[in-house]
């Protein structure tokens, strides 16, 4: 018996995570808990120190391959609203780690502040967004935030300002924690000026990515100075297919599925990449996207 069975309301045992996630794959979570509150998220991290239970937060799933053979531990969701609030002060919004990316870009322009925007059509939530350093070419979110609160995996809630944080190319020093909430600092503008630049970032990205496709978004970080699609696109591997998966033939650096698709599929198709460029390019590809 699991200390995490104090939890019933909230537990649910070998969950199918593939609906959870953007690619559609994956086995189940040995639990998988949905806190309703930041006491319980409190409490549910707290047993899993005591247990001994790895922690896997899972925030919108779309940079996420899961195995087919399922996660163990614990994968929580801060999918209840309490966690998804935003609020605007002046320039400062405030965002709960789980609110949507997509709809903090919404508010942002429609109160006129501006930042945001330079994150069109990226999916995910503010949390994975910050723990990832999400952006592109016109901008990174690590740029916009001011400080960030949460819990370690101890269960104890703390709160890092700018100075204490710390990004890189898709990555930061928050993988350790929980976030909570995030405050950030915009510029004003006019809300229609901002629209219209959204608007043209979403065209930009639109047409050279394959979005309408069931994907999970870039496969692999971009090596220093080079781009890994032109590589593996270089490498002639645009169109391969393994099983139910393929390298888009849109975009080289994102890989579709297909009905019938498993991870397993994606695994041996993000081998084959990596083999390739090493042995055309001497360059190793480092995954962007999260396997679990």
């Known amino acids: ?11 649910q045992r070998d969950e199918p995570l593939a609906p959870y996630t953007w690619l559609n794959l994956g086995g189940p979570a040995q639990y998988l808990l949905t806190p309703r509150s930041i006491e319980e998220l409190t409490a549910v991290v707290r047993a899993c120190h005591e247990e001994q239970i790895a922690i896997h937060i899972l925030g919108g799933g779309s940079n996420l391959l899961v195995k087919d053979e399922g996660v163990s531990g614990a994968v ?20 709960g780690g789980g609110a949507l990316l997509s709809h903090v870009i919404a508010e942002t322009i429609r109160v006129g502040l501006a930042g945001f925007e330079n994150l069109a059509g990226i999916p995910g939530t503010i949390g994975g967004a910050l723990c990832g350093n999400s952006g ?9 935030v001011e400080s ?31 976030i909570i909430e995030a405050e950030f600092v915009l510029a004003p503008g006019d809300p229609e000026a901002i629209s219209q630049i959204l608007k043209k970032n979403w065209i930009a990205k ?9 994907s999970a978004g870039c496969i692999f970080k971009n090596p220093r100075g080079q781009r890994a699609g032109q590589l593996i696109e270089q490498a002639g591997l645009k169109g391969t297919r393994i099983g139910g998966a393929e390298i888009s033939d849109r975009h080289a650096n994102f890989i579709v599925t297909h ?7 994606v695994m041996r198709l993000i081998d084959l990449i990596r083999s390739k460029i090493s042995e055309q390019f001497g360059v190793h590809l480092e995954s962007e996207i999260k396997i679990w």
């Open 1 to 11: 018996m699991s200390s995490l069975d104090a939890f019933q309301p909230i537990l």
């Open 136 to 144: 592109g070419r016109l901008g990174e979110i690590s740029q916009l």
């Open 206 to 214: 639109k047409s050279v990515q394959p979005l309408s496709s069931q």
């Open 148 to 178: 960030v609160s949460g819990l370690t995996l101890l269960g104890e809630q703390v709160v890092r300002s700018k100075d204490e944080l710390s990004f890189d190319y898709r990555q930061s020093n928050l993988d350790e924690m929980l």
């Open 259 to 265: 009905e019938g698709a498993k991870s397993g599929d």
């Open 76 to 95: 929580i969701r801060l999918t209840n609203p309490v966690f998804g609030n935003v609020s605007i002060e002046g320039n400062r919004v405030r965002a």
